[in-house]
């Protein structure tokens, strides 16, 4: 629903919840299946707003920080995990919650650090889209082009985890691939629900909705990190 209704935020909202039920090193993977089936089945059509000269700039520091956010997946320990993506998802509610009034214009050299932490998040918990749409949001301000770019690059950023996690084989889980067939129903009717609440509600009140629910949301992650 979070992806039609706004062209990003889909990982940010789910994976804190499927976190709860499953081990990090399965949920990762899978929902970055889920996002790529997402572009490819119902994003492709966003493709002619594109704006490539912004989203070019995020392309090469995201890289970057796809290797490290990579090499602490696989090496860092699953309680510790959680607890940073429990910090995660209550800093970005917290700046979703505060933010009043137009996104704050951001100058180009912005596109460095925000490259680097947003591919180091994709890597890692698969939120680092919400960084990327910071960026975009703070240089486009059409609101069709910014969806379309934050969209491609969560396209971009799942096409390379595709390769990195197949390398490391994060991918050949099992059960991994069923699990991404069996949900993509539900990945279809959210996209119908958020496409027509892009179109019906002001996209502002249903996000501050979701931020609310990424309260809670992280809060939990704290605690069964605490709980081990």
Same mark, same amino acid.
């Given at each position: 629903?979070?992806? *039609?209704?706004?062209? +990003?935020g889909?990982?940010?909202?789910?994976?804190?919840?499927?976190?709860?039920?499953?081990?990090?090193?399965?949920?990762?993977?899978?929902?970055?299946?889920?996002?790529?089936?997402?572009?490819?089945?119902?994003?492709?059509?966003?493709?002619r %707003?594109?704006?490539?000269?912004?989203? %070019?700039?995020?392309? /090469?520091?995201m890289?970057?920080?796809?290797?490290?956010?990579?090499?602490?997946?696989?090496?860092?320990?699953?309680?510790?995990?959680?607890?940073? !993506?429990?910090? +995660?998802? @209550? %800093?970005?509610?917290a700046?979703g919650?505060?933010?009043?009034?137009?996104?704050?214009? #951001?100058?180009?050299a912005?596109?460095? /650090?925000?490259?680097?932490?947003?591919?180091a !998040?994709?890597? !890692?918990?698969?939120?680092? *889209?919400?960084?990327?749409?910071?960026y975009?949001s703070?240089?486009?301000?059409?609101?069709?082009?910014l969806?379309?770019?934050?969209?491609?690059m969560?396209?971009l950023?799942? !096409?390379?985890?595709?390769?990195?996690?197949?390398?490391? *084989?994060? @991918?050949?889980?099992? %059960? #991994?691939?069923?699990?991404?067939?069996?949900?993509?129903?539900?990945?279809?009717?959210?996209?119908?629900?958020?496409?027509?609440?892009?179109?019906?509600?002001?996209?502002?009140?249903?996000?501050? *909705?979701?931020?609310?629910?990424l309260?809670?949301?992280?809060?939990?992650?704290?605690?069964?990190?605490?709980?081990?």
């Amino acid at each position: 629903m979070v992806y *039609g209704l706004t062209g +990003f935020g889909s990982t940010v909202l789910a994976m804190p919840l499927l976190a709860q039920v499953l081990p990090l090193k399965f949920a990762v993977p899978l929902m970055m299946l889920l996002d790529l089936a997402a572009f490819l089945l119902v994003g492709a059509r966003f493709r002619r %707003g594109i704006r490539y000269a912004e989203a %070019g700039w995020l392309v /090469p520091f995201m890289l970057a920080g796809m290797g490290v956010g990579l090499t602490l997946l696989i090496e860092v320990a699953e309680q510790t995990l959680l607890a940073a !993506l429990g910090v +995660f998802v @209550l %800093g970005y509610a917290a700046y979703g919650l505060s933010r009043r009034g137009a996104p704050l214009r #951001l100058a180009r050299a912005w596109c460095a /650090p925000i490259g680097l932490a947003g591919g180091a !998040l994709s890597a !890692l918990f698969g939120t680092g *889209g919400v960084l990327f749409a910071i960026y975009n949001s703070g240089r486009i301000h059409d609101k069709a082009e910014l969806r379309a770019t934050n969209a491609a690059m969560i396209m971009l950023s799942s !096409l390379v985890r595709v390769v990195l996690f197949g390398a490391t *084989g994060l @991918l050949s889980q099992d %059960g #991994l691939i069923t699990a991404a067939l069996l949900l993509v129903p539900a990945l279809l009717a959210g996209f119908a629900v958020g496409n027509r609440l892009h179109a019906a509600v002001p996209a502002a009140g249903v996000v501050r *909705g979701v931020y609310a629910l990424l309260v809670v949301s992280g809060l939990s992650l704290l605690a069964r990190a605490a709980a081990g």
